[in-house]
């Protein structure tokens, strides 16, 4: 799980929450809720229940939602078997288990997207 070089789970959006806006984390976040905006975290898990639309800045990102927009992470996306991914992916890897779908456009690079900011 590429959740495990975090020490904790810093931020959690429950299933009956609705964000719409600009959010902005240097830590995890799970969204279990739905968001509409733009997401930018250091490594995102969508849960079963969770639901982005719009567009997404990290480190790695694991699907087992929906997301419908703009993925651009500089180490993985995994969509697993239940997730669902609609729109473009920028990545140096990608991960589809059996059973997850994607739908849209897929760039990977050779190596990470984005230099380390300080």
């Known amino acids: 799980m590429i959740l495990k070089k975090q020490q904790k ?21 799970r969204i279990d809720g739905t968001v509409e905006g733009i997401l930018k975290a ?12 719009g567009n997404i800045t990290c480190r790695g990102i694991i699907v087992g939602g929906s997301v419908n927009g703009t993925i651009n992470a500089s180490e993985i996306i995994t969509i697993t078997h239940k997730g669902s991914v609609t729109g ?10 059996e059973g997850g779908k994607f739908e849209g456009k897929s760039c990977i690079q050779l190596s990470a997207l984005f230099p380390e900011e300080k």
Not at 9 to 29: A, F, H, L, R
Not at 42 to 53: A, F, L, R, T
């Open 9 to 29: 789970m810093e931020t959690v959006i429950g299933s009956e929450t609705y964000i719409k806006g600009e959010i902005t984390s240097n830590s995890s976040i």
């Open 88 to 97: 473009e992916i920028f990545t140096v890897k990608i991960s589809i288990e």
């Open 42 to 53: 250091d490594w995102i898990s969508v849960g079963d229940s969770g639901k982005i639309i």
